[in-house]
């Protein structure tokens, strides 16, 4: 499952093969209990900013590049990474939960597709993925508009994911402020029975564009870094789409 994207699934097949060879060897996995210390806050609602009417004129090359996270705009630590990409396409068991899976697959449909980024911490500790993308017309506030929908309704589904079948989830975090409308949302996937990956996503509107960012991290303190490189994110994007 390695996109461009959605690089940090890209261990949800492997965890999932490991964790269910390691049970039918007796094996016992511990972290999960880990991996949820910090991650079950109580949820925040994204920010409100109705959807208003895109701008005529579309984001140039320019602006999405500009838009985009650099290394220098990261923590130190961090380090630029190049996944391979996979076709994988993403479904779900309900008609109002496939915005989500939209945001997952490597491609949104209507959009084009601008900067595409990827970064690690350390020794994969962490991993963020962000992409910026142009839509024509209102485009970019209907996609942001279904899905924070999509996340208001979707607690509990089921992901094809190439043929695997997962269980999953979303909710609501706090989006970053900035943008004219950010949703943020945490998705768990369980890969195996009791283990669950769950990136951080946030997609930000800014006229005509919007990005889509998700970010991974394996310990609770990773997770508290998501709200400041999510801002840094979001500021980088409004200026460039403003200038």
Same mark, same amino acid.
């Given at each position: 499952?390695?996109?461009?994207?959605?690089?940090?699934?890209?261990?949800?097949?492997?965890?999932?093969?490991?964790?269910?060879?390691?049970?039918?060897?007796?094996?016992?996995?511990?972290?999960?209990?880990?991996?949820?210390?910090?991650?079950? $806050?109580?949820?925040? @609602?994204?920010?409100?900013?109705?959807?208003?009417?895109?701008?005529?004129?579309?984001?140039?090359?320019?602006?999405? *590049?500009?838009? /985009?996270?650099?290394?220098?705009?990261?923590?130190?630590?961090?380090?630029?990474?190049?996944?391979?990409?996979?076709?994988?396409?993403? *479904?779900?068991?309900?008609?109002?939960?496939?915005?989500?899976?939209?945001?997952?697959?490597? $491609?949104?449909?209507?959009?084009?597709?601008?900067?595409?980024?990827?970064?690690?911490?350390?020794?994969?500790?962490?991993?963020?993925?962000?992409?910026?993308?142009?839509? @024509?017309?209102?485009?970019?506030?209907?996609?942001?508009?279904?899905?924070?929908?999509?996340?208001?309704?979707?607690?509990?589904?089921?992901?094809?994911?190439?043929?695997?079948?997962?269980?999953?989830?979303?909710?609501?975090?706090?989006?970053?402020?900035?943008?004219?409308?950010?949703?943020?949302?945490?998705? /768990?996937?369980?890969?195996?029975?009791?283990?669950?990956?769950?990136?951080?996503?946030?997609?930000?509107?800014?006229?005509?564009?919007?990005?889509?960012?998700?970010?991974?991290?394996?310990?609770?303190?990773?997770?508290?870094?998501?709200?400041?490189?999510?801002?840094?994110?979001?500021?980088?994007?409004?200026? /460039?789409?403003?200038?």
């Amino acid at each position: 499952m390695r996109t461009r994207f959605s690089r940090g699934l890209s261990a949800a097949l492997v965890v999932s093969s490991l964790a269910l060879s390691a049970a039918a060897c007796g094996g016992d996995d511990t972290k999960d209990d880990a991996k949820k210390d910090g991650a079950d $806050k109580p949820a925040a @609602s994204a920010s409100a900013t109705p959807a208003a009417a895109a701008p005529a004129k579309p984001l140039t090359d320019a602006q999405m *590049k500009a838009a /985009a996270l650099e290394l220098k705009d990261l923590p130190s630590g961090w380090k630029a990474t190049k996944p391979e990409a996979d076709p994988t396409v993403y *479904k779900t068991d309900k008609a109002e939960c496939e915005p989500i899976a939209a945001v997952m697959d490597d $491609k949104i449909a209507g959009a084009t597709k601008g900067a595409s980024v990827d970064f690690a911490l350390g020794k994969n500790e962490s991993e963020l993925s962000q992409e910026v993308v142009n839509f @024509s017309g209102t485009g970019a506030a209907d996609f942001t508009k279904k899905l924070a929908a999509a996340v208001d309704a979707c607690a509990d589904f089921t992901v094809d994911a190439g043929g695997e079948k997962m269980k999953a989830g979303a909710k609501k975090l706090t989006a970053p402020a900035g943008a004219e409308e950010a949703v943020a949302f945490a998705f /768990a996937l369980e890969v195996a029975p009791g283990m669950k990956v769950e990136p951080n996503v946030v997609v930000a509107r800014q006229g005509t564009g919007l990005f889509r960012l998700m970010y991974l991290a394996d310990t609770a303190a990773g997770k508290k870094d998501f709200e400041a490189l999510t801002k840094t994110a979001t500021d980088k994007f409004v200026k /460039a789409a403003q200038g």
